[in-house]
């Protein structure tokens, strides 16, 4: 195995050669082996071990197990202990996750403090067959069938290649010794139960299926990449970005033989997992949406918006008297002139200071807000009303600010000013106030 690690290692992973290493090393069999095999090839390596205080003593028997054979192999060794369980409890979050969530915390934390260059972690084989088995069992597209990355980011997993006997095997051949988890036996998990019930079943019918799993692995990675790369071109076809939007184009898409796997293949980052209603919502009426934690999919007429959650819809930003720029949350420009231009601003108003007071306020749309549009004879009109008759989306709408003079609208920035504040004869103060392009 050494040799054949050592092969692995200068085909697909030589930028570790010359890297400072963290081992995450739990005690157990795989990441003990990991670190002789990585001692013995004479790689910079320190470890590092996380006591989650969730099997009394054995964990402790852990802890002091890996400072042992640190010591011994003269092996810089980190370790730290958690209360998983109150963690968990107080995150609202699972045991295991929060024990996932704590130590990778604790890896990064360890790997800027120390410069480390890369985190090893020592997912072999069998975890890659168990992973695959978990979620084809849950239900997953092509990137959950792919399994386990060998390298996301500074993260890299040498040992994805070795199966479970070859790691024994080599344990046994050196002499190692590791210490077993006892909640490895149980089949209270699911990982547990495939490694213990299903697995053993597959590898009866064939001798060679660990091999045969690697080798379609490896087929399911090159077509995953196929489809990122199709994915990618006809992007830039479909959607259209503005701003913090990115617009899909149903008719375009909709000339797409497979559009449903272009839209999973764009919106899966932002979180999406409910791929019945997205399909759905391309044929449904204008103003339904979609929302993921921290993003909404909006049907809009013939496109479908993908933009953040807003978060500043309370929000509401002053204007004082003599500002002459505006930054947030849009940009403006504040400006006394002395007569009206004869070529007027496009962006803009003119009203009559002396009538608007200071501080101005900047703010979203309320139920109930209302204004006098500009060249309509003094009628009064709800805002959302203009809105409507206006044909505005939704997102349009929320994305739309005021500005005001106490309660008053004074302009629906960048639609309509409101008649109060217009320029007159008699008017002897004008302000420009021009909507400026970010």
């Not at 001692?39 to 042992?68: M, P, Q, W």
């Not at 390298?151 to 210490?179: C, D, H, K, M």
Request: overall charge neutral; glycine content about 4%.
């Amino acid at each position: 195995m050494l040799n054949q690690l050592r092969h692995h290692l200068q085909q697909n992973l030589p930028f570790l050669r010359n890297s400072k290493l963290l081992l995450a090393v739990s005690s157990g069999i795989d990441s003990i082996v990991m670190a002789v095999l990585f001692k013995t090839l004479g790689y910079e390596i320190a470890l590092a071990h996380c006591n989650f205080k969730l099997r009394g003593s054995e964990s402790d028997g852990d802890e002091n197990f890996v400072n042992s054979f640190a010591e011994i192999n003269n092996i810089s060794v980190h370790t730290t202990r958690f209360n998983t369980v109150s963690f968990a409890s107080d995150n609202k979050v699972s045991v295991q996750m929060a024990a996932r969530q704590l130590r990778y915390s604790w890896f990064n934390e360890l790997v800027e403090k120390h410069n480390y260059d890369y985190l090893l972690t020592a997912h072999h084989l069998d975890d890659q067959i168990e992973t695959f088995l978990i979620n084809f069992t849950r239900g997953t597209g092509l990137e959950g069938l792919t399994g386990i990355p060998q390298q996301n980011g500074r993260v890299v997993r040498p040992l994805l290649p070795f199966s479970r006997t070859e790691i024994e095997q080599y344990a046994q051949q050196e002499g190692l010794q590791w210490r077993e988890d006892s909640s490895n036996a149980s089949d209270k998990y699911l990982r547990n139960k495939l490694r213990h019930d299903v697995v053993p079943v597959l590898k009866t019918l064939n001798k060679d299926f660990g091999m045969s799993f690697a080798s379609t692995t490896e087929h399911l990675h090159q077509a995953l990449s196929l489809v990122q790369d199709a994915a990618v071109i006809v992007y830039k076809e479909v959607v259209t970005e503005k701003e913090n939007q990115k617009h899909i184009n149903l008719l375009q898409l909709l000339r797409l033989p497979n559009y449903k796997a272009y839209l999973y293949q764009w919106l899966h980052p932002f979180g999406f997992t409910a791929w019945h209603d997205i399909y759905s919502l391309v044929e449904a009426q204008p103003g339904k949406f979609i929302l993921s934690e921290g993003f909404r999919l909006l049907k809009d007429r013939d496109v479908m918006i993908l933009e953040p959650t807003l978060s500043e819809t309370d929000a509401i930003y002053t204007i004082e008297e003599g500002q002459e720029i505006v930054s947030e949350p849009v940009n403006l420009r504040l400006q006394e002139i002395g007569e009206l231009p004869k070529d007027m601003l496009k962006n803009g108003i003119y009203v009559n200071k002396q009538l608007i007071k200071f501080p101005l306020f900047v703010r979203k749309w309320q139920e109930g807000d209302y204004f006098y549009p500009f060249g309509m004879n003094g009628r009064k009109k709800k805002v959302s009303k203009f809105f409507k008759d206006e044909k505005m989306s939704l997102s349009d709408k929320e994305n739309t600010w005021l500005l005001c003079s106490a309660n008053d609208v004074v302009w629906i920035i960048g639609q309509r000013a409101d008649e109060r504040f217009k320029v007159t004869e008699q008017t002897t103060q004008i302000l420009n106030i021009q909507l400026l392009s970010k």
